[in-house]
T-cell receptor, first 112, second 110 residues
Framework: GEDVEQSLFLSVREGDSSVINCTYT??????LYWYKQEPGAGLQLLTY?????DMKQDQRLTVLLNKKDKHLSLRIADTQTGDSAIYFC????????????FGAGTRLAVHP | EAQVTQNPRYLITVTGKKLTVTCSQN?????MSWYRQDPGLGLRQIYY???????DKGDVPEGYKVSRKEKRNFPLILESPSPNQTSLYFC?????????FGSGTRLTVV
């Protein structure tokens, strides 16, 4: 079945790296996404990775995909207080329905 | 500017009073969907639409209706809202793998 799991909380010190992890159950995922939600705001697409890729880097963000273990991670380098938010992992499956399946979200707290 | 517009942003209503949350997109996307967000559960799909006059249930459709009479609009209708529909609602439209979300509607049913 379709299931995406994330840990609910992560606390890091400002300037350190943050790693947010996600596991999914359906090996036929086509795209995997990371969304950011700041307090009171909507969903902002941070990055996405196609399922035939292992890694994608975009400035401070690095996405790693391990298809064998069905594990996706988001690394934020030099974490800042502005990175405090909820981060959602999501996947889409083949079949043309464009349905996004979300994890419960990881709340990242950045402290001085 | 490409966007998905939801209205209203905030709504407090009473049990049983019919309401509609509007959603409009200006990107000519065929696919639109509604999600609700609840703490610890992430976002769950309520309904989706593949094109005009084509709609189908998502994972949590009970208590909701939708319509797709025009490509740009996809309203969410609560015929008889109940307190368990208190939630944050998001509309989204997409083409292929690109998704655009609205800013959300926070609904409270008392």
């Amino acid at each position: 079945g379709e299931d995406v799991e994330q840990s609910l909380f992560l606390s890091v010190r400002e300037g350190d790296s943050s790693v947010i992890n996600c596991t999914y159950t359906d090996s036929s995922s086509t795209y995997l996404y990371w969304y950011k939600q700041e307090p009171g705001a909507g969903l902002q697409l941070l990055t996405y990775i196609f399922s035939n890729m292992d890694m994608k880097q975009d400035q401070r963000l690095t996405v790693l995909l391990n298809k064998k273990d069905k594990h996706l991670s988001l690394r934020i380098a030099d974490t800042q207080t502005g990175d405090s938010a909820i981060y959602f992992c999501a996947e889409t499956l083949p079949g043309g329905y464009n349905k996004l399946i979300f994890g419960a979200g990881t709340r990242l707290a950045v402290h001085p | 500017e490409a966007q998905v517009t939801q209205n209203p942003r905030y709504l407090i209503t009473v049990t049983g009073k019919k309401l509609t949350v509007t959603c409009s997109q200006n990107m000519n996307h065929e696919y639109m969907s509604w999600y609700r967000q609840d703490p610890g559960l992430g976002l769950r799909q309520i309904y989706y639409s593949m094109n005009v006059e084509v709609t189908d249930k998502g994972d949590v459709p009970e208590g909701y209706k939708v319509s797709r009479k025009e490509k740009r609009n996809f309203p969410l209708i609560l015929e008889s809202p109940s307190p368990n529909q208190t939630s944050l609602y998001f509309c989204a439209s997409s083409y292929s793998y690109g998704y655009t979300f609205g800013s959300g509607t926070r609904l409270t049913v008392v």
